[in-house]
T-cell receptor
């Protein structure tokens, strides 16, 4: 069964600090991995997408990495802002399937 | 432009009642998904519509759940005889891909929070 595991479950950091969120998956065959940001009361919004051949992708202060050999990804947030407080969801898609597998998310709280 | 909209934003109902949840996808998007997000859980796939093709209903948890999409646009998710375990946020997403590939970006609505008392 395809699985996506995220850690930590929750994280509290001070404004301006950096943080890294982790994602491990067992989805096979692998097609692509996305990181989504979900603000409270909103739907998820795509931050980055990486395919097998890509090992890093940036979107502003967000940088995602992918190691397809170890089936691990990370999302690094630089110089955090209060608006970064949200749930970050790792989503992995299987080759040939349009139904992705979602992780449970990491809840990030940025304090002033 | 307008994004994906869902209504109602919140719905409180009594156990045993039927509910209808509505999704208006982005204009021109042929693919539409319904997901369920329970507290502390990842999004759970429910159903997928692609153009005029027969929907993929493989994620519907029971025959109390059904969905339709009229005219290739608006979709309605119906839950009959609601149970307390149906309480969750129901999210709708649409994408422009015509082949339903996994690289198509899904755009999510804000969700409907359903509470079954």
């Amino acid at each position: 069964k395809n699985q996506v595991e995220q850690s930590p479950q929750s994280l509290i950091i001070l404004e301006g600090k950096n943080c890294t969120l982790q994602c491990n998956y067992t989805v096979s065959p692998f097609s692509n991995l996305r990181w989504y940001k979900q603000d409270t009361g909103r739907g998820p919004v795509s931050l980055t997408i990486m395919t097998f051949s890509e090992n890093t992708k940036s979107n502003g202060r967000y940088t995602a990495t992918l190691d397809a050999d170890t089936k691990q990804s990370s999302l690094h947030i630089t110089a955090s802002q209060l608006s970064d407080s949200a749930s970050y969801i790792c989503v992995v898609s299987e080759g040939g399937s349009y139904i992705p597998t979602f992780g449970r998310g990491t809840s990030l709280i940025v304090h002033p | 432009g307008a994004g994906v909209s869902q209504s109602p934003s919140n719905k409180v109902t009594e156990k045993g009642k039927d509910v209808e949840l509505r999704c208006d996808p982005i204009s021109g998007h042929t693919a539409l998904y319904w997901y369920r997000q329970s507290l502390g859980q990842g999004l759970e796939f429910l159903i997928y519509f692609q153009g005029n093709s027969a929907p993929d209903k493989s994620g519907l948890p029971s025959d109390r759940f059904s969905a339709e999409r009229t005219g290739g646009s608006v979709s309605t998710l119906t839950i009959q005889r609601t149970q307390q375990e149906d309480s969750a946020v129901y999210l709708c997403a649409s994408s422009s891909g015509t082949r339903g590939t996994s690289t198509d970006t899904q755009y999510f609505g804000p969700g409907t929070r359903l509470t079954v008392l």
